[in-house]
């Protein structure tokens, strides 16, 4: 009825239906994985990337973030050998680990007209990842796609960000057994939100650079889900596209939010990402009913004497 080219099946339930887009071309699509040693995560996430995916239109830019083994770099002299996609590029900054400098290094890189960003602790679920986020990103009207990441226990790590959720922003379902469908089945379903994780986020390059990348003010902490209302901001949709399925071995190469230095820093940029998205956090997420809870991540009812925060 609308002339949009697909391919519909049913999908999980019924009443519920699985549209994958018909591609008119192949495009290059450019990886963006940061690393810093950890080969085996690497060698794992890469191997998933070209083994399972039946996309094979692909540049691996991998980010050499500091690394201090010199069996990494002879690593990635092997895979250079190995692989004629594959470039290593060396980013070096005084200012330590800075998620999204480190991608806007990489994506000056690029040649693909769409971008992959992927954390080194990434292994693809199987072969149809790359291509259902590409199939959303290649809509005239999205400018993000991202992926339903699990939890090395089978669990549900991210699918999609609640505005808000937290005091913040927070993944929904987190903990949620892979097998069950979650709220009204938005575990499950295809569907437009305010954000999703960078830790596999397809973007088109031309939008990511319209928004002038990531904001390296936020080194660590809500980068993605200000990059992904930067985004919105401009008038593109932003997708979860639950099909697109990958294990997320979340912060197994950079570590844990436990040191007094960590902790402010994560307050810090907490600070900055409610200051330049106050109206935002005031008026509250618009994918997300009023009536249900802040304070977890269920989609449950709020309670009835809850107060709007104050920023």
Known sequence: RLGIRAAVSHGIKPGMYHTVYERPYDPLV???????????????CIGSLLQKSSYQNLELIIVENNSE????????????????????????????????????????????????LLNNDI????????????????????????????????????????????????????GLPRSEWGYMAKAVAAQDLSAVTAACMMVKKDVYLSVGGMTEELAVAFNDVDFCLKVREKGWLVVYEPYAQAYHYESKSRGLE??????DRF??????????????L??????????????????????????????
Request: aromatic fraction near 14%; include cysteine; charge should be negative.
């Open 69 to 116: 083994e010199p069996e990494t770099f002879a690593y990635y002299e092997r895979k250079k050998q190995e692989l004629k996609n594959f470039r290593v590029v060396e980013w070096k900054d005084e200012r330590g680990f800075n998620y999204p400098a480190i991608n806007n290094f990489g994506a000056s890189f690029a040649k693909g007209e769409y971008l992959l």
């Open 30 to 44: 450019s990886v963006i994985i940061p690393n810093k040693d950890h080969r085996d995560d690497l060698e794992l």
């Open 258 to 263: 436990n040191t007094p230095e960590k902790l």
């Open 123 to 174: 292994e693809m679920v199987d072969g149809a990842c790359v291509e259902e986020l590409l199939g959303q990103c290649m809509r005239p009207d999205v400018g993000i796609a991202g992926a339903r990441l699990y939890y090395g226990d089978d669990t549900i790590q991210h699918a999609g960000v609640i505005i808000g959720l937290g005091g913040v922003a927070g993944h929904a379902f987190v």
């Open 282 to 311: 005031e008026k509250g997420d618009p994918y997300y009913n009023v009536n249900l809870t802040l304070d977890r991540n269920d989609f449950t009812f709020r309670n009835p004497y809850w107060m709007p925060v104050e920023f």
């Open 267 to 280: 307050h810090g940029e907490m600070r900055l990402f409610r200051d330049r998205w106050r109206d935002v």
